[in-house]
């Protein structure tokens, strides 16, 4: 970490404000919740015990593990060794043997308007043909399929077909291009990509297959097969030999698979995401521990009644929180959920509070980011909705400010529903910090506290665990089951990242702090990484990609502050010499950074300068340039080898306005 980002910022402390209001359970929902206070102690009492409980009680093992943790080549974790089981069987057969095979897995609701439901019956049925149609392509243990699809059933199908497999997968968000695409394939050595011609995005067919037949032609992937799910129906090239329609390979399967049992260390996914390096980190998660604290958050966090919840988790199955509470959470527990294709506001921006009222959903988990422009939108359109069937509302992906959070609870939860925000990170694998909804009062923007079981602290540079009250690190002090196992094909760089920074800890990244009562308050990342609409996106990376274009000789990038998507990519770009700048310059090299990373990566806004601001050992100063984005006055610029570059930047951008 470099010392201008330390927590002394003033910006960390600006965010220490104080929030008094509690809002206690209604005596209802407290005198059924699954979650009591007790666990706490529980937990505390027997950690690992605890944990062995809820692996024995929430999964189906086929052979019962024999230890609960083995830690003896940290931070090289195993959890539930000699424990046996198939994630599959436990997210679909299961229910299916024990008579809920009729209930509704996935309620699908397209953009356009089409909808289809599921049972756990047919998504059984359903993944065992794409499991049978994978191993006829060779697809087995050890192998990994990179999945690049929209936001359709044959998502979850599909990588519910490689773990029952026991192959990984490595979903990529169909928002990445098709340079992203090329560097995770290669990263996770997939041999297979499934895909689909496209799917619909703002009222329109958006294709998807072409950015697999670019990133195929970049060349030096060992992608052998492509299967391409029919979406839009919009025409595509198809490589003899190498293409294929999923529904020409996998209609024809039987509908019978008969799994077999994995490992509980069996590796169960590789996610990438953005680190402080140009290079994503593939994040590699395992079968047991993951699927437990998963199943563990949606019984406690989630209050899972499966029975007559309808569960539904606005994310993308390209990101974590779709692999873990659209995808292992919800149907490890046989929960009924929604998956819905497009954007909030198409055709109208009503479209996700209809769905909740068509659907009778109960259980809604969603970002601050799209609670703030639901709030920009006015609340009339929530209001033209009955919601009157939620009874609980989760947040994740960032801080949420207690306006947006006093909103979600009174606009969207009519002061009735509780309301969690869930900290936890691609790494964690699960929830980490968040309430138990019924067992205490939820506090407005805070996280509040570690999970029974999970053990984290507060702590300042040195590593000792700060007062009450002040800015420091969060840390994770003892292995939890859902940890990321390493950084596929990078030990070092696992240990480097999380394991350096302080002895023994997992250093995660974000800034926090306690309030008086204890309880945890994030304060947004400490390091290169910005968190853009819940996204997590990388100075370096996007400094990459402006830089690989010819018209760029450098580029700092900052994330600024912005009041709808949390914070804003801006950058500042000096030309080439013999460059000057054009009208369409700037449009350029946002496209051209859409096209290197993908549409979300895209700068709100660039600024062209002369200069950066520099250490005198060349480092950027990007606190000074964040100043400048923010619209602060410039902190202190003394350690800067030429001082008045900030001067002359401030000017520069002051003109621009
Ligand atoms: C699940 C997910 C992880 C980073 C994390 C933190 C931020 C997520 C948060 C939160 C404050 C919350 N973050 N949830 N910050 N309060 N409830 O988002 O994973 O994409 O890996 O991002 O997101 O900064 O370190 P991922």
């Known amino acids: 970490m470099k010392p201008e980002d330390d927590m002394s910022d003033e910006t960390a402390m600006e965010s220490l404000h104080h929030e008094g209001r509690t809002f206690d359970p209604s005596p209802e929902f407290a005198a059924q919740a699954n979650a009591s206070a007790d666990l706490y102690a529980a937990a505390q009492a027997d950690r690992l015990g605890f944990w062995a409980k809820q692996a024995r009680e929430l999964i189906s093992w086929e052979t019962d593990f024999t230890d609960t943790l083995d830690w003896s080549d940290p931070p090289f974790a195993k959890w539930f060794v000699g424990g046996r089981l198939n994630v599959a069987y436990n997210c679909l057969d299961r229910h299916v043997e024990a008579g809920n095979g009729d209930r509704v897995a996935i309620h699908f609701e397209g953009e356009p308007g089409d909808t289809r439901s599921l049972t756990y019956a047919e998504l059984t049925a359903e993944v065992s043909r794409a499991a049978n149609a994978l191993a006829s392509l060779g697809v087995g243990q050890g192998d990994r399929v990179a999945i690049y699809l929209p936001m359709i059933p044959e998502a979850a199908i599909s990588m519910l077909a490689c773990a029952r497999l026991g192959a990984a997968h490595s979903v990529v968000f169909g928002g990445f291009s098709s340079d992203a695409l090329h560097s995770r394939i290669i990263d996770a050595e997939a041999r297979v990509v499934i895909t689909a011609d496209g799917g619909y995005r703002r009222g329109k067919p958006s294709s998807l297959k072409p950015a ?32 294929l329609w999923w529904d020409d390979v996998v209609a024809e399967q039987p509908a019978e698979h008969r799994w077999e049992s994995f490992d509980a260390e069996n590796p169960l996914f590789i996610l990438y995401t953005s680190g402080t390096t140009g290079k994503p980190k593939g994040i590699l998660h395992t079968s047991g521990g993951y699927l437990v604290q998963n199943a563990f ?25 779709g692999h873990s509470y659209i995808v292992y959470g919800p149907m490890a527990m046989g929960a009924t959920q929604i998956m819905y294709e497009g954007t909030p506001d198409t055709p109208h921006r009503g479209r996700w509070w209809e769905i909740i009222a068509k659907h ?69 694998g699960a929830h980490m910090i968040a309430p138990l909804p019924g067992a205490m009062a939820t506090k407005p923007g805070s996280s509040q506290r570690a999970l029974p079981g999970i053990v984290v602290d507060v702590v300042d540079d040195s590593g000792k665990p700060v007062d009450r009250n002040t800015a420091g690190y969060l840390v994770i002090t003892e292995p939890w089951p859902a940890m990321l196992r390493g950084i596929y094909g990078d030990p070092q760089r696992f240990k480097d990242t999380y394991w350096s920074r302080f002895e023994n800890m997992y250093f995660a990244g974000d800034g926090a702090r306690y309030d008086e009562d204890g309880d945890i308050w994030f304060l947004g990342r400490v390091d290169d990484v910005m968190n853009v609409s819940g996204h997590r996106l990388s100075t370096t990376e996007i400094e990459s990609a402006l830089v690989s274009h010819e018209a760029v000789a450098e580029a700092a990038v900052v994330g600024a502050e912005d009041e709808t998507s949390g914070q804003a990519v801006v950058a500042f770009v000096i030309l080439r010499g013999g460059i000057e700048e054009t009208e369409g310059t700037v449009e350029e090299l946002r496209a051209h950074v859409g096209r290197e990373i993908g549409p979300i990566a895209k700068p709100k806004r660039i600024h062209i300068v002369a200069d950066l601001p520099k250490t005198r050992s060349g480092k950027i100063m990007r606190r000074l340039l964040k100043d400048v984005a923010e619209h602060r006055k410039v902190g202190d610029a003394t350690t800067l080898a030429d001082a008045s570059v900030m001067d002359v930047i401030s000017a520069s951008v002051a003109a621009e306005k």
């Open 212 to 243: 697999v037949d670019d990133a195929l032609a970049k060349g030096d992937t060992p992608v052998e097969k492509v299967l391409v799910v029919k979406r839009t129906g919009e025409d595509v090239d198809m490589v003899d030999g190498r293409d």
């Open 297 to 321: 958050a949606m019984q406690t966090v989630f209050d899972l009644k499966p029975e007559s919840d309808v569960f539904w988790c606005t994310a993308d199955v390209g990101w974590v929180t």
């Open 360 to 428: 009778g959903v109960t259980t809604f988990y969603s970002s601050p980011t799209a609670l703030r422009t639901a709030m920009k939108w006015g609340d009339d359109i929530p209001a033209e909705h009955d919601l009157s069937s939620l009874r609980l509302l989760g947040s994740v992906g960032e801080p949420i400010n207690p306006e947006a959070w006093m909103w979600y609870r009174r606009v969207i939860g009519a002061d009735r529903c509780p309301v969690v925000d869930t900290w936890w990170q691609t790494e964690t």
